[in-house]
Each structure stands twice: as C-alpha cells, then as structure tokens.
C-alpha cells in the first residue's frame, strides 16, 4: 500500500519482457516479416526522405525513442512491451544479418588441441574485419573452435 492506494493485482501472466519476446518471435514477426527486411524497407523510405543514409538499427532506435517519448506523456504497459521488442528486434537484425552473411565451408583446419588436421564441423566462411575470408568451425573430435584463413 502506497499513499493509502492498495496496488492492483497484475493483469498479465508474462512479464514485460516474456510478452515482447513473444511478440517479436510469433505474430508480429510473421506479420511484418523478419526485421531485417522490414527495417531495410524502412530505412530506405527514410533515407529518401531526410536524404541520408538511415541503417536497420537505426530504424530500430528510432522506434524505441518513439515508445520513450509516448511513455514519458502517458505511462501505458504497450509502451514497455513494444520499447522492450524493438530492442529485441535490433538484435534479430544483427544476428540475421550474421547469419546471412556466412557461407557453408565443408573443409579442414588444424586443432591445435588433437594436433592434426580435423574436417570442420558446421564450417562457415566469414568475411573478417580486415576483409579475409576466414573458415570457421569446430572439430568434431574436441569441440574446440577451428579457423582456417582463405584469402582475400
């Protein structure tokens, strides 16, 4: 009891980040697409219209400033659970963006740990920061992560 106010029992099952998260998994991503792809359409209506390039995280933040600046004039749970969403739907573009970006690599590498060279489990090839293309996987006899240069 605050103020001689007895506080109202929650109307909700799911905490404010449980029923973001199964928004942004369920139907809203069915509905809208993957946010990758609807922030990428978003971003380049937004990029013509304040003539800058705008990026899918950005799409992202500006949907989150929108939930902060709704909650900051009138307090409402829809606030909180699509700020919390939006945050979510920022990561799924980074890793769905990841994801896109790795190609299958059936190779080997050397393991350091078994001493000899191990056909790649789950390989991918990577683009590194520098620009190489790097092999990654793990080996299927110690698990330990496998990585093999390949080039520009």
């Known amino acids: 009891m605050v103020s001689g106010h007895v506080a109202e029992p929650s109307q ?7 029923e973001a998260q199964r928004l942004i998994t369920g139907d809203r991503n069915r ?8 922030f990428r359409r978003i971003a380049d209506i937004w990029s013509v219209i304040f003539n800058i390039e705008i990026t899918e995280e950005q799409v992202g933040l500006a ?3 929108l939930k902060i600046a709704r ?3 009138m307090p409402k749970r829809d606030n909180l659970v699509d700020g919390a969403g939006y945050f979510g739907t920022i990561q799924m573009v ?3 963006r990841e994801r896109r970006q790795k190609e299958p690599y059936d190779g080997n ?4 740990s078994c001493n000899g060279k191990k056909e790649m489990v ?8 520098s620009g190489r293309k790097v092999a990654r996987g793990s080996c299927p006899d110690c698990g330990k992560p496998l990585n093999r240069l390949l080039g520009r």
């Not at 590498?109 to 350091?112: G, K, P, S």
């Open 63 to 65: 949907m989150v400033g």
């Open 71 to 73: 909650e900051s004039f």
């Open 94 to 96: 980074i890793e769905e």
């Open 109 to 112: 590498a050397f393991c350091v």
């Open 31 to 38: 509905a809208y697409d993957h946010p990758l792809d609807n």
């Open 122 to 129: 789950d390989g991918y090839v990577k683009i590194s920061e």
């Open 12 to 18: 909700h099952d799911e905490t404010v980040l449980e």
